[in-house]
């Protein structure tokens, strides 16, 4: 559904298929098959991981652990039930270190890959929701 991203229609910083890459098709036609169901779930998955990331950041910042893998938890699950597996991985990842006691890998985590794969995420969504506009709309 993004396969055939345009470099043009991706901000600079972005790779194009970084963003093509960051929601698995496949997966969310399983649970929306109209492209203006897939646009508005998206969205509305967006509008949550915001709350989500914000959630987990404040609990890094308070060297909370139990926040974290439970922010880390949910984010890796509701991306996965979207296709944005690159998100679900790293928070998969932010999970494991937190279990482990290793809450330094977990900021790091957090503050690059995470960071980097939500906002190609985002990108991705912009782009799909900016594509079914019109059958949204309709």
């Known amino acids: 559904c993004l396969a055939d991203v345009e470099p043009q229609a991706v901000a600079v910083s972005f790779d194009s298929a970084a963003v093509a890459e960051a929601i698995d098709c496949s997966v969310l036609?399983?649970?929306?098959?109209?492209?203006?169901?897939?646009?508005?779930?998206?969205?509305?998955?967006n509008f949550h991981n915001r709350n989500d990331m914000v959630n987990l950041y404040a609990a890094l910042q308070d060297a909370n652990p139990a926040v974290v893998a439970n922010s880390a938890h949910r984010i890796k699950g509701a991306s996965y039930m979207v296709g944005a597996l690159p998100v679900s991985e790293v928070a998969a990842l932010i999970e494991t270190a937190v279990s482990q006691g290793n809450m330094a890998l977990a900021k790091q985590l957090a503050h690059t890959r995470l960071n980097v794969a939500v906002q190609q995420l985002e990108a991705a969504i912009h782009l799909f929701s900016n594509r079914h506009e019109s059958v949204i709309k309709a």
């Open 29 to 45: 036609q399983k649970i929306a098959l109209r492209p203006a169901a897939q646009a508005e779930m998206l969205q509305a998955f």
